[in-house]
């Protein structure tokens, strides 16, 4: 039996000591890479970018309304995403991007809990309707009626108090459900349903604009989509991918269900489609990447905050429409607006360095690719499951890993990785109450054995914990 057992049994059969004390420490895994200028952004100044098929003048940086400023406060520290949607933080911020050029707002039925559409139209009514552009998306997974279909679609009018969608997108093509292989997915999500003709009445009367769809995954599905706009059976507006300095070339070194960037892109520009960009900065990791690879950033310029480079990068694509970020803090509107107020280009020179070099670096880490979609939340046992996994990432990017008691630094690291822990997630919401249930698995577009990782990390803890390693 004490053969079969593995050490994570042992332990909570046996019980687990607390890690830490009560000492006040100011150790933690957070970035402590260069902060952003803090000049206000200049006004008047955006960068825009106009669609080829509508004409619209679209402002480079948009609006990703997936990650919502929430109310309250836990041990002196901004909350991570749980809790009430703080409307008027929400007001506030839109109102700012307005003012500063922004007019691209990127949205979804199924983003914030299902909150997102709410809160974004609140906002978003209390500006002229000339003023900005909205996106959201047919986000029917796992149920394919076309009655429920239909149904999301004017629910999202209602939610967003408006009578029109700008560009309306088949949300996150190419993924699996269960069994179900992801072309028959997509076959049943828009096709065998009627959806997608239903859609296209829609583009023709006016009430979408643009018609596009967004990917994660399959390939294959990928290349079905635009074969059908070959062949003239649907014509895409716009497609959205996602396009950064490390998904370009590392994307299914990553994860083999991924597909490069470059091969998206490619596909994109060969047919003269406009892209959005979502996930420029990979949910925040490419602001906060591995020491080695900062010092060299900012030994070309200093002066420029990390996240700049990286969206800098996607927008020297020519054929970017548009870059989405989640900016849930101001500091975050504001230091992107700084970079895109106005943009300037990448030289193919410092295109290559990150492609090729500070891509490597961060490759090489082999941390967890999580975007913080929180595409997998809300678990049903409480698990934290994106916060678990931004925390792991920056202790390793902040090399606070610890590895072994003979590691020179391991008291100050073991330190660091459990106390900043305990404080970004709580205890109840950590990787040891995973029971394996599965149900975040198929939910997540990068593919991240979820549950397998949150019991990896569980045994790593419970060893750091007792000392172990």
Not at 40 to 64: A, C
Not at 229 to 246: A, P, R, S, T
Not at 259 to 282: F, H, S, T
């Amino acid at each position: 039996m004490e053969k079969k057992m593995n050490r994570r049994s042992f332990l909570k059969l046996f019980g687990a000591g607390t890690a830490a004390t009560a000492t006040a420490l100011t150790i933690g895994c957070k970035d402590k890479g260069n902060q952003p200028n803090q000049q206000e952004p200049p006004m008047g100044k955006m960068t825009y970018r106009t669609n080829p098929n509508t004409h619209d003048k679209v402002s480079i940086l948009g609006y990703g309304m997936m990650r919502l400023p929430t109310k309250g406060q836990k041990n002196g520290q901004r909350q991570r995403g749980d809790g009430e949607v703080d409307q008027e933080m929400v007001n506030k911020q839109v109102d700012y991007a307005i003012a500063h050029g922004v007019n691209y707002f990127d949205t979804s039925p199924v983003y914030t809990e299902g909150q997102s559409e709410h809160h974004t139209g609140i906002a978003l009514k209390r500006h002229p309707r000339k003023s900005f552009l909205i996106a959201t998306k047919m986000s029917n997974m796992g149920n394919y009626s076309r009655e429920d279909s239909i149904a999301m679609f004017n629910n999202s009018l209602k939610e967003l108090q408006v009578d029109y969608i700008d560009y309306y997108l088949l949300h996150c093509i190419g993924t699996p459900d269960g069994d179900k292989s992801p072309m028959d997915v997509f076959n049943d999500r828009f096709i065998n349903n009627g959806i997608l003709h239903w859609l296209i009445d829609k583009r023709k009367e006016g009430t979408i604009r643009n018609l596009g769809f967004s990917f994660h995954g399959d390939q294959k599905v990928f290349d079905h989509a635009l074969e059908m706009h070959d062949k003239g059976e649907v014509h895409w507006d716009f497609v959205q991918i996602e396009l950064n300095y490390l998904d370009w070339d590392y994307a299914h070194l990553i994860n083999e269900i991924n597909v490069n960037a470059r091969y998206l892109y490619g596909q994109l520009e060969k047919r003269g489609i406009p892209a959005v960009i979502m996930e420029p900065l990979l949910g925040g990791r490419l602001a906060n990447i591995p020491k080695n690879a900062r010092e060299k950033l900012q030994s070309i310029n200093p002066e420029v905050s990390i996240a700049s480079w990286a969206f800098r990068y996607a927008a020297t694509h020519k054929d970017v429409l548009c870059m989405l970020s989640g900016m849930t803090y101001m500091e975050n509107l504001k230091d992107n607006l700084r970079t895109v107020c106005p943009l300037k280009l990448l030289q193919p020179a410092e295109m290559t360095l990150l492609e090729k070099t500070i891509a490597k670096d961060i490759y090489d880490m082999k941390t967890i690719p999580c975007n913080d979609c929180k595409y997998c939340m809300p678990c049903p046992y409480g698990v934290d499951i994106p916060g678990i996994f931004v925390h792991y990432n920056n202790c390793i990017l902040e090399s606070n890993y610890p590895q072994s008691v003979k590691d020179p630094r391991y008291t100050e690291m073991r330190q660091a990785f459990l106390v900043g822990y305990d404080r970004s997630v709580p205890k109840l919401r950590q990787a040891d109450h995973c029971i394996g249930c599965g149900q975040c698995q198929p939910k997540c577009p990068q593919g991240i054995p979820i549950p397998d990782e949150l019991h990896r990390l569980a045994d790593y803890i419970e060893e750091l914990k007792q000392d172990l390693l």
